[in-house]
């Protein structure tokens, strides 16, 4: 394949499936943490042990490959990987090497499609415990409780081209799986191995290992991308080689030089006969692509708004219960706006926030009834993101409730206009402007309670 970009990224992303037995056998794949104790003479490859498949496992699989727009095999075959090393201790992983599960799919990115390679279900390896980190411990633990976990992997096409795309494209995939229920991100481990080259050095690769979450894959990246560059500035004739991310130094470590698929002499495995996909009848809910169209045409909201809320799962969450008492344009607008806005501010990601929504949803009901203004509720919301509060309980506390008394708004107005004559002659003069000082006037008399709408419209009539 030939290229053009100056960089050029692909990655492999190892999903692990949201079951609660291994791929082929028992063993809990949650529970007890104490090393090695979640584990059978199956999982460990004993002598006369076989395989059982999880079909639960398979069925998350096929689900995930028709999501993704994959062509799905007639055939589910696995296969041994044959390597020697301590992850695995019966010496070869179970996976899928000549017939994937899926194939030649596709995530349509806000601004581009990135193909995927292949699709296919594969058994996780052990946890390898270095203390003190890579490179510098003096012996290394190994950890069986993960291994055979049921993993799904999506390799991408080589069509990623700076590390921002990498980035999107994980949290598009973060996404989809929650749409479909079979990864949960708080119990699930999701990691890449992300490989990238540069134009300058003829695109010789390097694969990083082991990138967990899509915050990480764009400073790995973004660092061995410079790397990279400062390497052939210098003079290094680039190899083709295997590198560690370090997340806490913020550093990429070499492992070792890129094995070759030939050497892992892959062999059908003979334990585990080949399974239909036909069997499997599973169907595929609403994914972001189709919610966002629904969305614009069932209610109305713009096209930006609905692809974020789409494209969020927790945002999708959150707006799928507020549309059940409010109205979803004041729902999009709040959620797509002011709640994002907020935990930003709060340097709060959207997937880590634990904003009551009962109580947010609660905010926008008394915006919708016009018991408060804009003004109190992003006050009461930025209060909310930080800390539990009762919304209705610190509305009547701070009295905060809106000024509804026609009365006091058009005595509030007359206030202002006769405390500001020259913004009157302005405004007469025919500058519009003026019209809003006097409106911040009374919003600042009113202790933002009033009707920013119901003031401007007093003040015209008073004025003209």
Known sequence: MSFKSEVVIGLEIHVELNTKTKLFCSCPTQGKEEPNTRTCEICLGHPGSKPRVNKKAILFSVKLAKALNCKLANQIIFSRKNYFYPDMSKNYQITQYETPLGENGFILLSDKKVGITRVHIEEDPAALVHPGGIGKAKQVFVDYNRSGNPLCEVVTEPEINNPKEARDFMKSLITILQYLNIFDPDINLIKADANVSIKESGYKRAEIKNISGFKEIQRALEYEILRQ????????????????????????????????????????????????????????????????????????????????????????????????????????????????????????????????????????????????????????????????????????????????????????????????????????????????????????????????????????????
């Open 229 to 464: 560059k400062q390497a052939v500035q210098d003079g290094v004739l680039l190899k083709q080689e295997t590198r560690a991310w370090d997340a806490k130094k913020g550093v990429t470590q070499l492992l070792r030089t890129k094995e070759t698929e030939d050497d892992y002499g892959y062999i059908f495995d003979p334990d585990l006969v080949p399974i239909d996909v036909d069997l499997f009848k599973v169907k595929v809910p609403e994914l972001p692509v189709d919610k966002q169209k629904r969305y614009i045409k069932e209610y109305k909201i713009s096209k930006e708004d609905a692809f974020v809320l789409t494209n969020e799962f927790n945002l999708t969450n959150i707006f799928e219960k507020a549309i059940k008492k409010v109205d979803p344009i004041l729902a999009s607008k709040w959620i797509r706006r002011e709640l994002v806005r907020v935990l930003n501010y709060n340097k709060i990601d959207v997937t880590e926030m634990k904003l009551d929504i009962e109580e947010f949803i609660s905010i926008l009901e008394f915006l919708q009834k016009k018991k408060i203004t804009d003004k109190v509720a992003q006050k009461i919301l930025e209060e909310l993101a930080v800390k539990k509060i009762s919304v209705k309980k610190y509305i009547k506390e701070n009295k905060l409730e809106a000024v509804s008394d026609s009365g006091l708004i058009e005595k509030l107005c007359k206030e202002a206009i006769n405390e500001n004559s020259k913004a009157v002659e302005d405004y007469k003069s025919g500058n519009e402007n003026s019209l809003n000082f006097l409106l911040g006037q009374v919003m600042r008399k009113s202790k933002g309670k009033a009707n920013p709408k119901e003031i401007k419209e007093k003040l015209k009539k008073l004025l003209d």
